[in-house]
T-cell receptor, first 108, second 113 residues
Framework: EDQVTQSPEALRLQEGESSSLNCSYT??????LFWYRQDPGKGPEFLFT???AGEEKEKERLKATLTKKESFLHITAPKPEDSATYLC?????????FGKGTTLSVSS | NAGVMQNPRHLVRRRGQEARLRCSPM?????VYWYRQLPEEGLKFMVY????????ESGMPKERFSAEFPKEGPSILRIQQVVRGDSAAYFC???????????FGQGTRLTVV
């Protein structure tokens, strides 16, 4: 069964304290792994797509990496505005299968 | 270029009433997906549509739920005879092709009282 597990469920950081979020997946034939950011009361905002092991993508303080079993979202020197829930999803057929997300809180 | 537009943003229905949720995809996008997000749960796929066609409805409950994406106008997710368990946030997403990233709307939050 296709499955996505994200850890930790919640993460509290001080401003400037770098860390990583984990997304483990099992899927028959990975067609794409997606990272989204979701703010309270809003829809998911697209961040990255990764297609093959070894691929990396960066955007501002965020960097996403992919292996054959998991993906990491590295956050470098986070700011309070990075506080949000980060969602990981894999494409299985026509649908995206989402993890439950990691809620990140960054305090100044 | 406007993003994915969903309306209404909030919808309150009494048990037994019908709920209609609308979604206008991004310009140039012909693929529409509906997802449901229950409290403390992840986003769950419901249905995938292209213009005038339902491509995959494997995540849609067999009864009371239906979806359409007509040639003209927005995609509609319809829930008949709503029950309390239907209370959730319903998100629509669109993409230009089948295999590319999907962009989400702000969602419709349905509350059944």
């Amino acid at each position: 069964e296709d499955q996505v597990t994200q850890s930790p469920e919640a993460l509290r950081l001080q401003e400037g304290e770098s860390s990583s979020l984990n997304c483990s997946y099992t899927v028959s034939g990975l067609r794409g792994l997606f990272w989204y950011r979701q703010d309270p009361g809003k829809g998911p905002e697209f961040l990255f797509t990764l297609y093959s092991a070894g691929e990396e993508k960066e955007k501002e303080r965020l960097k996403a990496t992919l292996t054959k079993k998991e993906s990491f979202l590295h956050i470098t020197a986070p700011k309070p505005e990075d506080s949000a829930t980060y969602l990981c999803a894999v494409q299985a057929g026509t649908a995206l299968i989402f993890g439950k997300g990691t809620t990140l809180s960054v305090s100044s | 270029n406007a993003g994915v537009m969903q309306n209404p943003r909030h919808l309150v229905r009494r048990r037994g009433q019908e709920a209609r949720l609308r979604c206008s995809p991004m310009k140039g996008h012909s693929h529409v997906y509906w997802y449901r997000q229950l409290p403390e749960e992840g986003l769950k796929f419901m249905v995938y549509l292209q213009k005038e066609n339902i491509i995959d409805e494997s995540g849609m409950p067999k009864e009371r739920f239906s979806a359409e994406f007509p040639k003209e106008g927005p995609s509609i997710l319809r829930i008949q005879q709503v029950v309390r368990g239907d209370s959730a946030a319903y998100f629509c997403a669109s993409s230009p092709t089948k295999a590319t990233e999907a962009f989400f709307g702000q969602g419709t939050r349905l509350t059944v009282v």
